[in-house]
């Protein structure tokens, strides 16, 4: 069985900072495709972070909105990938989820269909 278990949200104010935390089980990480997806109420889901192993090294990715204010890392020996976000801004609101995809290999990094398992979410809030 495999699971996706998010935890670090939490309730902070603008310009302050939060690391997610998606341990992974029954499902090995290293060497595979990660993301961080967002969810806020009333919108559409949209890709936050990517982290790509799939060719032994890792190599990061980014949606416009947060580059340069999250970073995403794994730690393959504690089988978890991470979300580093600093300078939160009132738009990061929403429920973040760990996504894995298995055999994802699309030059679509945030197509969602190639992200089989899913976490439950960690909220995250940030106020102004």
């Known amino acids: 069985v495999v699971q996706l278990v998010e935890s670090g949200g939490g309730s902070v104010q603008v310009g302050g900072s939060l690391m997610l935390s998606c341990a992974a089980s029954g499902y090995t990480i290293s060497r595979k495709r990660m993301a961080w997806f967002r969810q806020a109420p009333g919108k559409e889901r949209e890709g936050v972070a990517v982290i790509s192993t799939s060719g032994g090294w890792p190599r990061t990715y980014y949606a416009d909105s947060v580059m340069g204010r999250f970073t995403v890392s794994q730690d393959d020996a504690k089988n978890t990938v991470y979300l580093q976000m600093i300078n939160l801004k009132p738009e990061d609101s929403a429920m973040y989820y760990c996504?894995?995809?298995?055999?994802?290999?699309?030059?679509?990094?945030?197509?969602?269909?190639?992200?089989?398992?899913w976490g439950q979410g960690t909220q995250v809030t940030i106020s102004s």
């Open positions: 996504a894995a995809a298995p055999y994802g290999t699309s030059g679509t990094l945030f197509y969602a269909a190639d992200y089989i398992y």
